[in-house]
């Protein structure tokens, strides 16, 4: 069974300091790997993916990711964190046809 | 949140009473979602359809119902049946539930039953 794990509930930095939110996941194929942002009773919105290629995967508001396989994980991260990235990340993987299977959720807070 | 509308944003009810959630897409995609969101708990999928009169459960489909009619909406119910009803609900549409496609969420309903 496929399954994707969030070790950390919180992370706390400071701003101007790079960020790391992991994930790590279990799949028996190849894996599809997402990260969502959620900000407070709102939607998630999708700030990128690794479907196949280069492990270094860029996307939405200056975060990137990094897909490694022999370690299983997909951690998100961003060179110079904003107060403004404060919010619930979540990881997401899923193989063929299936749904997302999301983690438990990551909250970033981010301090001036 | 674009192309994907939810309504109401908050909603409450009795307990015992059936209550019909609304998502529409105009993205023009076939599959549709929805989760449930519980503090802690991240996202559980309740069920999804990858095209019009054809729907799966997911893995927390005990007390719901779903229909899809058209394309472009796919109505909740979550009937008096559910045990614990409360909590905030996401649909999500994709261009197909096949792997690779990334989902798009509306704003949320966050249901309330007393």
């Not at chain 1, 200056?62 to 979540?90: C, I, M, R, W």
């Not at chain 2, 019009?52 to 008096?80: C, H, M, W």
């Amino acid at each position: 069974a496929q399954s994707v794990a969030q070790p950390e509930d919180q992370v706390n930095v400071a701003e101007g300091n790079p960020l790391t939110v992991k994930c790590t996941y279990s799949v028996s194929g190849n894996p599809y790997l997402f990260w969502y942002v959620q900000y407070p009773n709102r939607g998630l919105q999708f700030l990128l993916k690794y479907i196949t290629g280069d492990n270094l995967v860029k996307g939405s508001y200056g975060f990137e990711a990094e897909f490694n396989k022999s370690q299983t994980s997909f951690h998100l991260k961003k060179p110079s964190a904003l107060v403004s990235d404060s919010a619930l990340y979540f990881c997401a993987v899923n193989q063929a046809g299936t749904a997302l299977i999301f983690g438990k959720g990551t909250t970033l807070s981010v301090s001036s | 949140d674009g192309g994907i509308t939810q309504s109401p944003k908050y909603l409450f009810r009795k307990e015992g009473q059936n209550v019909t959630l609304s998502c529409e897409q105009n993205l023009n995609h076939d599959a549709m979602y929805w989760y449930r969101q519980d503090p802690g708990q991240g996202l559980r999928l309740i069920y999804y359809s990858q095209i019009v009169n054809d729907f799966q459960k997911g893995d927390i489909a005990e007390g719901y119902s779903v229909s899809r009619e058209k394309k472009e909406s796919f109505p909740l119910t979550v009937t008096s049946a559910q045990k614990n009803p409360t909590a905030f609900y996401l649909c999500a549409s994709s261009i197909s539930v096949h792997s690779g496609y990334e989902q798009y969420f509306g704003p949320g309903t966050r249901l309330t039953v007393t």
